[in-house]
């Protein structure tokens, strides 16, 4: 064994970590974090909805690295948010991931469907 990859809690890193350590191993981990997208008050907004989508929809929102949450400047709080919703309305179709339409393909529970619908 060369080196460790971990994904996953903290605690369970640490562990991992001073394992790997007392065998001189290289470790990368991927550690539980809130993943979030942070829009500043003089943020290009069309840039950051489009990309704020991308980051929350990528891998149909069920990967360790997307947005978990949106902290947005109260400024431009209303803004963001009403053209977020715009592009995904736009841009979001739910179906077979064989169809070229589709952008969003199967979930890993029916909730996540009524979530995104």
């Known amino acids: 064994m060369r080196s460790v ?6 605690a369970g890193g640490k562990k991992v970590a001073e394992i790997a ?3 001189m191993k290289r470790g990368a981990y991927e550690l539980g974090g809130s993943d979030p997208c942070i829009v500043l008050e003089d943020a290009d907004l069309d840039l950051a909805t489009t990309k704020g989508m991308i980051g929350r929809l990528h891998t149909n929102g069920q990967a360790c690295n997307n947005h978990k949450r949106f902290i947005v400047h109260e400024k431009v709080y209303e803004e963001f948010v009403d053209t977020l919703i715009r592009k995904i ?4 179709k739910i179906g077979d991931p064989m169809e070229a339409t589709t ?7 029916a909730k996540q469907v009524e979530n995104l619908a």
């Not at 309305?89 to 979001?92: H, L, P, R, T, W």
């Not at 952008?103 to 529970?109: A, K, Y």
């Open 5 to 10: 990859k971990f994904v996953g809690s903290t």
């Open 21 to 23: 350590g007392r065998a």
């Open 89 to 92: 309305k736009g841009y979001v």
């Open 103 to 109: 952008t969003i393909g199967p979930l890993s529970m």
